[in-house]
């Protein structure tokens, strides 16, 4: 009966047990779900790239990237695009070219890439080499900035991909947080350090929503959770415990982090 508060676990049993379908009391979490990346990423692809025709390529052997090829596939459907073609590859894949090909001589009008940013990084690459052009979209696993030391800037050009924050977002309350980080650590913050600390404050503000350093309290407050502006964006904790806020969109430009847009969803 200790309270957990994660930043970085997505897969939605973490707060839910998957056998009963009841929530897990005590488990919190500060970042979105996988489902709802998988969403915000079909939507943007077919709404603000208004892509109709789309290939998935995604890590068969991970369960993230296979959670959400499944969500993301469903929910394009949904909406009215179609999937041309799923395809998996592996961790230990290095040749993505056979693959890259059967997509370009489909005519799609997207790829989304929902996967670690080692193997995206080489996959946009090799598209790019053999004149796949179109746009690739992938989950929050790219957020590193070896994504563009292994591909390269130019290479990632018109990719994109769903991120808890953008360290370019105009906020007062992120540049304050992204200018405080770079004094002290010499850097930019990525998405997991802004979310560890919108997670301490969190626990913060609870404890005092509280009253006192108790954990039944602490519980009662995290799920009484509404509004709470934290640097990766306002949020409030729903029924499982999980927080509904805006995801951010983030575009590779010459290779820099861009913000392009941010869309709510639960």
């Not at 992938?138 to 990719?159: F, K, Q, Y």
Request: proline letters at 5%; one cysteine or more; glycine letters at 8%.
């Amino acid at each position: 009966k200790v309270p957990l508060l994660t930043t970085s676990a997505t897969a939605p049993v973490v707060t839910v047990d998957e056998r009963t379908g009841q929530v897990k009391d005590y488990i919190f979490r500060i970042c979105f779900i996988d489902p709802t990346q998988a969403v915000v990423g079909a939507e943007f692809i077919y709404n603000d790239l208004e892509g109709r025709r789309v290939a998935i390529y995604y890590d068969n052997g991970n369960d993230y990237s296979k959670g959400l090829y499944e969500v993301f596939k469903e929910h394009f459907t949904e909406l009215g695009g179609e999937v041309v073609s799923s395809e998996g590859y592996t961790d230990q894949d290095r040749e993505f070219r056979p693959t890259l090909t059967k997509f370009k001589e489909a005519n799609v009008d997207a790829v989304y890439l929902p996967g670690y940013y080692g193997q995206a990084a080489l996959i946009v690459s090799q598209a790019r080499e053999i004149g796949l052009d179109v746009p690739f979209v992938g989950a929050d696993g790219w957020d590193s900035p070896d994504l563009v030391s292994i591909a390269g800037g130019e290479n990632l050009n018109n990719t994109f991909f769903t991120n808890h924050y953008s360290t370019q977002d105009p906020s007062p309350k992120i540049q304050d947080f992204v200018a405080a980080y770079k004094a002290k650590h010499g850097d930019e913050p990525d998405g997991f350090a802004a979310l560890g600390y919108d997670a301490g404050y969190l626990i913060a503000d609870a404890i005092n929503r509280a009253g006192k350093a108790e954990p039944e309290a602490i519980k009662k407050a995290l799920e009484e959770t509404r509004d709470y502006e934290a640097v990766t964006g306002t949020m409030s904790l729903n029924e499982l415990h999980n927080p509904v806020k805006e995801v951010a969109i983030i575009e590779m430009v010459d290779g820099k982090q861009v913000l392009k847009t941010k869309i709510a969803a639960e």
